[in-house]
């Protein structure tokens, strides 16, 4: 029922995450991904798209981010660096992240006085990217908007986001628990 929502994001519904999670609060940057992984799995970031240490990795296949997560969990293990596990979130992980315990349409308010084309004020250009004040097509830097209220950034626009969990078209076998 939100204005500009998609079909399958409707209804509303309750999920309780019966775990603990933390996310990082960045993308995984340019930086970070070549630090681990040595390499692109495919296409390269370029300028025209955002490249640098503080662009986010984008053109990763949900296979490749799987394998930035194992071999993540790896040099966790063989640097012994605690007893942390990585893994992607669920998507009603992300959802709640996102959102930071708000029920608006955005996680800074409805934003309902704009148009939902390109249109754009104050509000909108400090908390996200989207048509309206990415007049530079691509990636931006990670964290140059504002964060949300846990201190997550760039969790409206800049590049897509992987989840660990299927896709469900309607919420028929979505699990209710999270996970």
Not at 26 to 51: R, S
Not at 73 to 92: C, D, H, K
Request: aromatic share 14%; charged share 20%.
């Amino acid at each position: 029922g939100e204005r500009a929502g998609s079909e399958n994001e409707s209804p509303q519904h309750t999920v309780d995450i019966g775990i603990d999670f933390f996310m990082g609060k960045f993308e995984v940057t340019q930086q970070q991904w070549l630090a681990l992984m040595n390499d692109w799995p495919a296409t390269y970031p370029t300028y025209g798209e955002g490249m640098g240490d503080l662009y986010p990795a984008y053109y990763i296949s949900w296979e490749d981010a799987q394998n930035f997560v194992t071999a993540l969990n790896n040099y966790i293990a063989t640097t012994e660096q605690g007893p942390l596990e990585v893994r992607l979130p669920s998507e009603a992980e992300w959802e709640y992240a996102c959102r930071a315990s708000t029920i608006s349409r955005f996680y800074f308010g409805d934003s309902l006085v704009m148009a939902d084309a390109c249109d754009t004020d104050d509000i909108r250009d400090r908390n996200m990217w989207f048509c309206g004040n990415n007049t530079t097509s691509g990636s931006k830097s990670v964290g140059s908007l504002l964060p949300n209220l846990f201190g997550l950034y760039d969790m409206h626009g800049n590049v897509w986001e992987w989840c660990e969990d299927d896709y469900h078209a309607t919420y028929t076998g979505a699990p209710l628990d999270g996970s």
